[in-house]
């Protein structure tokens, strides 16, 4: 599902099918897949939130974004992983979990964050990162997999 209204009617909206969405938060138009058990209600979304233009949002288990998070465009939050019917399902059976991710983190564009995943306050995750471990608060991860790396500042 795609709202394609401007920012402050798309927050509306959300909150109309049962989001969580803080003050202020900005949404730009994004994606929302697997509404099927949890619905818009998997949501919550901070006050200041950031979500960029053509974000990806996993909602089959719940997603939290916390106060003040930017998201880049076309970041992407899975929640599950799941081969469906392949012979694969054996060795990789469906695996799922919610995502957090903390106060004040920033993801970049294009990073991609897997289940179970929580973002510690402050974080930065960098462009085109893949998440697939936790990162603790204000450490600052990149590359894929994602490993620490040391602030340039």
Known sequence: TTLPWPPPIRAWWLRRLGATIGRQAVIHRCHFINLEVH???????????????????????????????ALAPR???LTHADPGESAVRERHPRTEGPVV???DAWIGSGA??????????????????????????????????AHDIPDIA
């Open 39 to 69: 619905g818009f209600g998997a949501l919550r979304i901070g006050a200041g939130a950031h979500i960029g233009p053509e974000c990806m949002l996993d909602l089959a288990q719940p997603i939290d974004i916390g106060d003040r998070v």
């Open 112 to 145: 991609t964050i897997l289940h179970s995943v929580r973002i510690g306050s402050g974080a930065v995750v960098g462009a085109a990162s893949l998440v697939r471990a936790d990162v603790q608060p204000g450490q600052t991860v990149a590359g894929v997999p």
């Open 75 to 77: 970041v992407t939050i």
């Open 101 to 103: 991710i903390e106060a």
